[in-house]
């Protein structure tokens, strides 16, 4: 499990919130999907834990929260990642891992496409944001 928090400086963004389903079993399946982000989550697997045909969970996941659930499971994916780049020291390779990207090339076209920057630079931005943090905390 991930949790999902901060660093200073930057915002408290969640897309499981961002999503609000209406129902309990899409809100199942994005919590599922949050919980095993290192696994395949493939629209037939999300389907079996909706307890739906593919087709009708695919209809029903785009109707309840506006996005395909590939791009939900995107969504989680980097938001999983890029709080454990925030919060460990795991190599970006590990972080893909963990986070069922695969590989960090993979990562590394996802984050630019999301957040117009790859990885690395978000690492080093919560890490400057730390930084200072810690110094401001020292001289109070």
Same mark, same amino acid.
């Given at each position: ?5 901060? =660093?200073g ?23 599922y999907?949050?919980?095993n ?25 785009? =109707? ?5 659930? =590939? ?22 390779d ?47």
């Open positions: 499990m991930l949790y999902y928090r901060r =660093a400086g930057q915002s408290q963004f969640s897309s499981l919130l961002e999503l609000e389903p209406k129902s309990d079993r899409i809100q199942t399946v994005l919590t999907a949050r919980r982000l290192a696994a395949r989550l493939s629209v037939d697997d999300l389907a079996e834990v909706a307890h739906l045909s593919p087709r009708q969970f695919s209809r029903a996941f785009q =109707a309840e929260t506006g996005q395909t659930p =590939a791009t939900a499971v995107e969504n989680l994916r980097l938001e999983g990642a890029r709080a454990l780049m925030e919060d460990t020291s795991h190599t970006l590990v972080v893909a891992q963990l986070t069922g990207f695969g590989d960090r090339n993979r990562m590394r076209r996802a984050f630019v496409r999301a957040y117009g920057q790859p990885p690395q630079a978000i690492r080093h931005q919560s890490r400057r944001y730390a930084s200072i943090e810690e110094t401001e905390l020292v001289e109070r």
